[in-house]
């Protein structure tokens, strides 16, 4: 058996690499759910190793929910040989095998057929999935992803074709994109944003409530306006000076540095969400408050930007590894 490394491939459609089986209802509705994965044809049992598969080739498995059917239903659709690709132990990702140069699936392949279709804007228009979502966790791709089953036919060069069958069997293709998965991007006034990172914020703007609640003081008077500009303008100054006389600060710098370490930050964080980056990392923090209370700052993306910090922030306002 081909031995793996730890090297994942793109299964962005778009990089796919020049070069069956059909479970799910044409016409059905279908809901992916946990376990779907990448996997082997040896998993899919000795009656699938057959048309030239051998029980390492790598496969994607899918675990769906047809709507009107009672059990949910597994799928394989095939991702080419075990000499170039092998999922990873988590089944999260395809690793290239030791000595391969494979870089994405093959556009051969019935994996890439279905997760072409899914980025198909000409048949989904906004509901077609974007690539940003391919890089993570296959299982953020499709677990809670909504389709209507479709399914085409491909014709492949040198196939092995079933005894009497003049034509390759129908693959599975998306013909509509119910909903996005759970993990999916969300298009909302024009912006767009993941669930968890929606999630996240909400989490942290109830924080931020919890802290802003009025504790028993009355509003001061217009006359006083003046003097709180001028106070602000202090505490914007004291927030660059609390480096240098507590560790509040040292907190903060390193949940930035431990988020962008994260596959959900892997491009870098945008400067208007490092406040739900940091928070995810701090909540059990036994200073959570004060670190809390220190990012809501008005200054806090300025003092992000500083050269003192062990990060840059670049010309698209990404807060980047230095």
């Known amino acids: 058996m ?23 209802p044409v016409g059905a509705r279908v809901t992916f759910l ?9 998993e ?33 659709l095939g991702a080419g040989k075990a000499a170039r690709l092998t999922p990873s132990e988590d089944g999260e990702y395809l690793d290239k095998t030791e000595g391969s140069t494979a870089t994405g699936v093959h556009q051969s392949t019935n994996s890439f057929v279905f ?31 909504v389709i209507t089953a479709g399914a085409i036919t491909v014709k492949r060069d040198g196939l092995v074709l079933e005894e009497g069958r003049k034509a390759p069997p129908p693959t599975l293709v998306a013909d509509e994109i ?10 909302k006034a024009g912006k767009t944003t993941t669930k968890d990172e929606d999630e996240d914020e909400d989490e942290a703007e109830d924080e931020d409530e919890e802290e802003e609640k009025p ?7 217009a006359a006083d306006e003046d003097e709180d500009e001028d106070k602000d303008e202090a505490e914007d100054d004291d927030a660059e000076a609390a ?25 870098g964080i945008e400067l208007s969400k ?16 004060e670190i809390v209370g220190f990012m809501k700052l008005t200054d806090f993306e300025k003092w992000l930007k500083s050269s003192k910090r062990p990060f840059t922030v670049d010309d698209d306002d990404m807060i980047q590894s230095v």
């Open 178 to 187: 119910v909903e996005w998965p759970k993990a999916g991007k969300k298009l």
């Open 34 to 42: 946990e376990g779907s994965c990448w996997a082997t044809w040896g």
């Open 274 to 289: 490092a406040f739900t980056a940091a928070f995810n990392l701090v909540k059990t923090h036994p200073n959570k408050k």
């Open 215 to 221: 504790k028993g003081k009355k509003k001061k008077p």
């Open 44 to 76: 899919a049992g000795e009656s699938a190793l057959k048309y030239g598969r051998e029980a390492d080739d790598p496969a994607l498995k899918l675990i769906g929910e047809v709507e009107g059917q009672d059990e949910p239903k597994t799928v394989f």
């Open 243 to 267: 480096d240098d006389d507590t560790d509040i600060p040292e907190a903060v710098e390193q949940a930035i540095i431990e988020a962008l370490g994260s596959p959900k930050y892997r491009k």
């Open 115 to 145: 997760l072409n279709s899914l980025v198909d804007k000409k048949t989904h228009g906004k509901k077609a999935l974007p690539e940003e979502l391919f890089d993570g966790p296959v299982s953020k791709l499709l677990v809670g992803l």
């Open 2 to 24: 081909a031995k793996k490394q730890s090297a994942h491939v793109s299964i962005k459609p778009s990089e796919a690499e020049a070069g069956g089986n059909l479970g799910f």
